[in-house]
């Protein structure tokens, strides 16, 4: 039977030489990202901006996928933008 791509399995060093150079890349693509909102600021521009030069950095697949969920964060009121609901005074939770 042919191994799954996508199973659980035991972890190996070359396994977590490849997740660590993932890890890399993402997080060079979120510090281009965050310099690009820095400077075109965090409006319509910088919302624009930050994600196509992250995207233009890294090269490949990845920097595709990386402009791709950013552009789609960036507008879809996941990252950042919601309102978060406050509690109300008779919860429990309030002392």
Not at 39 to 66: D, H, M, N, Q, Y
């Amino acid at each position: 039977m042919p191994k799954d791509k996508g199973s659980i399995g035991v972890p190996s060093v070359k396994g977590m030489g490849s997740a660590f150079g993932d890890w890399a890349v993402g997080a060079g693509g979120g510090l281009v990202y965050s310099i690009g909102r820095a400077i075109f600021g965090s409006g319509l521009i910088g919302s624009l901006a930050a994600p196509i030069l992250a995207g233009s950095v890294i090269k490949g697949a990845r920097g595709t996928a990386l402009a791709t969920v950013a552009g789609f964060l960036a507008f879809s009121g996941i990252a950042g933008g919601t309102a978060q609901a406050a509690p109300q005074s008779g919860s429990r939770w309030i002392e």
